[in-house]
Nanobody, 114 residues
Framework: QVQLVESGGGLVQPGGSLRLSCIAS????????MGWYRQAPGKQRELVAT???????NYADSVKGRFTISRGSARNTVYLQMNSLKPEDTAVYYC????????WGRGTLVTVSS
């Protein structure tokens, strides 16, 4: 089993930046990829960005050029650097770990508002 804990959410003004962190524990050797998803009120959960164990990244078109996903040197941590935030980025952001099954964190709320 894998446990995921997110941190770093909060309230930020449009154009601002936030950095989300996710720490994995448990069977981290079984993780093939990690990523971030988000769910805005009244909407379905959607992919934001993923990174494989080999370092290959993938981004949603809506965040390309603004968000950067990276992994820590210990390989059990994944970050999401979010720049040039927009009100439409407001959502609960969930960390995800892919093994034979998917694991999810509890989420961290990001609110972009003036």
């Amino acid at each position: 089993q894998v446990q995921l804990v997110e941190s770093g959410g909060g309230l930020v003004q449009p154009g601002g930046s936030l950095r989300l962190s996710c720490i994995a524990s448990g069977s981290i050797f079984s993780i093939n990829a990690m990523g971030w998803y988000r769910q805005a009120p009244g909407k379905q959960r959607e992919l934001v960005a993923t990174i494989t164990s080999g370092g290959t990244t993938n981004y949603a078109d809506s965040v390309k050029g603004r968000f950067t996903i990276s992994r820590g040197s210990a390989r059990n941590t994944v970050y999401l650097q979010m720049n040039s935030l927009k009100p439409e980025d407001t959502a609960v952001y969930y960390c995800n770990a892919e093994t034979r099954i998917y694991y999810w964190g509890r989420g961290t709320l990001v609110t972009v508002s003036s």
